[in-house]
């Protein structure tokens, strides 16, 4: 699929990985709709870009908001082409804590945003998507969804978090299956360890320690990389239904 001839729309656009995401797509051609709910950000953002970016204040655990940022961005740009799912929290918890059991709210607050949003933008993005025409592949969509290596290798603490992102894992192959019938793709990356507003609120030791733990290149990914992963997707016609790690080969340990 051609950047330059495609509208996106990417959640969590306003910082870390979906800002990454924005400004690449805009900067080879697309149109793009931010989705966020830090909305000074993202007004900055598409105000630094131009006219072809534009943002709509959205929860992804929300039905209401996302059709209607779904339905802003074919009505701004003419259509919805490609969808990046970058949104995405963590609360580190352990399931049997000093001050008790793991708080089912806390559970729920992130199975709902990673897990619930993303599904939220599949299929209402999805659906809009089924409409358009197809191109000379027969595409008619992409829809990017954001792992992580946790879903593998969830250290103690991350019980919530690594379950919503196994589940991200585990729907990409029966939604690619399904929508293989529409011409639209569905793909899912996982990264490892990212310097994104997740991690940059860590002491600088903190982050040296988990940089060294990386095998090649032992650094903090950059969100430009995985904005370069998310272009190829949406290019390469035969990557569908699978999920890549961009992880610079680390394998989390337990703690």
Same mark, same amino acid.
């Given at each position: ?94 399931? #049997? *804590? ?5 708080? $089912?709210?806390?559970?729920?607050? +992130?199975?709902?945003?990673? /897990?619930? &949003? =993303? ?100 650094? #903090? *990914? ?5 904005? $370069?992963?998310?272009?190829?997707? +949406?290019?390469?016609?035969? /990557?569908? &239904? =699978? ?13």
């Amino acid at each position: 699929m051609d950047l330059k001839k495609s509208v996106a729309v990417v959640t969590g656009g306003a910082s870390g990985l979906g800002e990454a995401c924005v400004r690449l797509f805009a900067q080879q051609g697309a149109k793009v709709c931010i989705l966020d709910l830090a909305e000074d950000r993202g007004e900055k953002v598409a105000a630094e870009l131009g006219e072809n970016v534009q943002f709509v204040k959205t929860n992804v655990t929300d039905e209401k908001t996302v059709r209607h940022a779904v339905e802003e961005t074919v009505r701004v740009f003419g259509g919805l082409h490609i969808a990046v799912n970058c949104a995405g929290i963590g609360i580190p918890a352990k399931v #049997l *804590g000093k001050e008790g059991p793991l708080s $089912m709210d806390d559970f729920e607050k +992130v199975m709902k945003v990673n /897990l619930l &949003g =993303t599904m939220n933008i599949i299929r209402l993005a999805g659906f809009t998507m089924q409409g358009n025409a197809p191109n000379e592949e027969g595409e008619r969509g992409v829809v990017i969804n954001t792992s992580s290596i946790a879903a593998w290798e969830g250290q103690v603490g991350q019980a919530s978090y690594t379950a919503s992102k196994a589940a991200i894992t585990g729907i990409t192959l029966p939604v690619a299956r399904e929508f293989a019938e529409y011409g639209i793709r569905v793909m899912t990356i996982a990264p490892g360890l990212f310097d994104t507003p997740m991690l940059r609120g860590l002491p600088d030791k903190v982050k040296e320690s988990l940089a060294r733990m990386v095998p090649f290149p032992s650094r #903090l *990914g950059r969100p430009v990389e995985y904005a $370069m992963l998310a272009r190829h997707i +949406v290019e390469n016609s035969m /990557l569908n &239904g =699978t999920t890549i790690r961009l992880d610079a080969a680390i394998r989390m340990s337990a703690r």
